[in-house]
């Protein structure tokens, strides 16, 4: 989170001078006050989902490009790709880059245990040529990489 917090205040002010917007204009364009503008960039907040899809379409740069990452973001809860619609938040409303909204909701996390997130994967995921067993397998192996698991291991 601290890192993306600095990599998004640093993004937020480098691509608003580079379009020659002062705080106060920005703010103006997607309907922030300029203090908000102003703690955004000092990295003391982090900006909301919404805010987030405002600044990407004013700057024109993807939501990744905001948050200071050239590759794609992972939930590091369940491997699925983040994106605008799929990013939690904070409860004070601040996005959160780590984890999607459905494993990370009103500041906690849904799934307490490997086993309870594989479970739910393994009914809900199409399995292809999988068997159940093979799906628990490969499901286990690929999330004990995410930094939650490994984190609470
Ligand atoms: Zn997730």
């Known amino acids: 989170m601290t890192t993306f917090i600095t990599k998004t205040a640093d993004s937020i002010k480098t691509l608003r001078l580079e379009k020659g917007l002062t705080q106060e204009e920005l703010g103006e364009e997607i309907f922030v006050s300029r203090q908000a503008v102003s703690r955004w960039e000092n990295g003391e907040t982090m900006p909301g989902v919404d805010s987030l ?73 199409p399995l292809g040529d999988f068997t159940r067993e093979q799906a628990e397998e490969f499901f286990t192996a690929r999330l004990k990489e995410l930094r939650y698991w490994k984190e609470s291991e």
Not at 114 to 125: A, I, N, R
């Open 53 to 125: 899809k405002e600044l990407s379409k004013v700057f024109g740069v993807t939501i990744n490009r905001l948050l200071g990452e050239p590759v794609k973001l992972v939930c590091q809860c369940c491997g699925m790709e983040l994106d605008e619609n799929s990013i939690s938040s904070e409860p004070e409303g601040g996005a959160n880059p780590d984890y999607c909204k459905w494993c990370y909701t009103d500041g906690d996390f849904v799934y307490k245990s490997l086993p309870e997130l594989v479970e739910y994967l393994v009914t809900h995921v």
